[in-house]
C-alpha cells in the first residue's frame, strides 16, 4: 500500500517524475534528430507557426465550454498580443476582462 501525504501519494509522485524524465529524453531525442535534417524556409515556417496551433488546439475547446466571456477574453488576448507581442500583457487583459465582467455582476 502507497504512503500518502497531504491527499497525494508516493506513488502518483513517482509517476508524475517518471513522466517528466520521459518527457525530458523525448525532447532530447527530437532536438538530436532534428539536427540530422536540413530546415529549409517551408520546414522553419511550420516549426514557427506550431507553437500558435498548440496554443489554440489547447484554449478553444476550453473556451467554447467556458461561453461568450471565455471566447471573448480569448479574442482579447489574441488581439493584444498582436498588438503588443508581451505575452503577459495579453494573459493580464484577458484576466481583466473576466475579472471586471464578474465583479460587475
Not at 500500500?1 to 523525448?26: D, R
Not at 489547447?58 to 461568450?68: E, K, N, R, T
Not at 477574453?73 to 476582462?97: H, K, N
Amino acid at each position: 500500500m502507497a504512503s500518502e501525504v497531504g491527499g497525494i501519494t508516493f506513488n502518483a509522485v513517482t509517476v508524475i517524475v517518471l513522466i517528466g524524465i520521459v518527457t525530458y529524453v523525448c525532447r532530447f531525442i527530437g532536438f538530436w534528430a532534428i539536427g540530422f535534417v536540413e530546415i529549409g524556409p517551408r520546414l522553419r515556417r511550420s516549426f514557427e507557426l506550431l507553437p500558435g496551433c498548440i496554443a489554440a488546439a489547447s484554449a478553444l475547446p476550453v473556451a467554447i465550454d467556458a461561453g461568450p466571456l471565455a471566447l471573448l477574453a480569448l479574442a482579447i488576448a489574441f488581439v493584444v498580443m498582436r498588438a503588443v507581442r508581451i505575452e503577459i500583457v495579453a494573459i493580464v487583459a484577458a484576466l481583466g476582462l473576466i475579472a471586471g465582467s464578474r465583479l460587475a455582476g
